[in-house]
């Protein structure tokens, strides 16, 4: 198999909101930015239906037809995509060296890419329960009743009774925001006790709109395309008991994973993954390497507040360029 090799100003890892507006503002700099897609082109979006809170959206988009203006909108700049799979990157020196292959599963390099700065845009991924009737359609209901967006999808759930699976305050909070809206919300939790903190608990359970069922796991959601969700089976771990559960809405809520494995050891992150960024700027503990969107962000991971860090990553990294022009043309010279 052939090896092809790269070398780019700047490469922009991840084609979600983050990514695509780093790369609108990039390409408007004139820095020619390469977008790499990843494993979802996109981003979460593109697995979401109807998106009524991004603004100049009046009567709502379609997920993937607002990240298709996105990528358009980039491409009309200038932007060039590559659809390869980084599974090994080195930032010890400039330009940095992306490792690419076709497939996860390939387990041959086909591309090799140097870059002068790279912004980091690879999104979280929401955590999943993995039963039946939770994927995204067209095998699933996801996007069609089953969400893991509280703020994203809640309004569409009015006056209708939903269901939110957790135990810890993401959990709490969904429950919380979504009494705005739904009839009533039923928080179920495979365990006794909440892992939530105590002001959190109370509140749930002090909450009129809100219903508790403990020891209890979700096994099944069901429902039609038509008609999205209509009820869901649950598991009692203590009488080993099954039923099914009347709801039009099913809320997963067990926490998200920012999609940064690939720069454990590398890049400062939290605990749970999430890269730490420098003040108010997008820039990482390593110098030409920027952050944004939700592989930065744990609090508020919204499309909007994506797209907004990737403006302001895009801007750190084309300023970073400026300040050191003559050291990048020289490696242009040099190494190619």
Known sequence: MSQKEFKHKLVILGSGPAGLTAAIYAARAQL??????????G???????????????????????????FRDQAV???TEFLNVWIDKVDLSQRPFTLYGK???????VTTIIKADTLIISTGASAKWLGIPGEAPVPEGLGGNGVSACATCDGFFFRERPIVVVGGGDTAM??????????????????????????IMQERVLNHEKIDVIWNTEVKEIHGAKETGVESIKIFDRETKEERLLPTKGVFIAIGHKPNTDLFKGVLDMDDVGYLITEGKTMRTNVE???????????????????AGTGCMAAIDAERFLAEHLVEVEKNTATNW
Do not use: W
Request: with cysteine; proline share 5%; glycine share 10%.
């Open 288 to 306: 030409g390497v920027f952050a944004c969107g939700d592989a930065q962000d744990a609090y508020y991971r919204q499309a909007v507040t994506a």
């Open 173 to 198: 909070e969904e429950a919380l925001f979504l009494t705005k809206f739904a009839s009533k919300v039923t928080l179920i939790h495979r365990r006794n006790e909440f892992r939530a903190s105590k």
């Open 76 to 78: 009309k700049f200038g």
């Open 102 to 108: 076709e497939s996860e599963d390939s387990g041959e």
């Open 32 to 41: 020619a930015p390469v977008v790499i897609d990843g494993p979802q082109p």
């Open 43 to 69: 981003g979460q979006l593109t697995i979401t239906t109807d998106v009524e809170n991004y603004p100049g959206f009046a009567n709502g988009i379609m997920g993937p037809i607002l990240m298709n203006e």
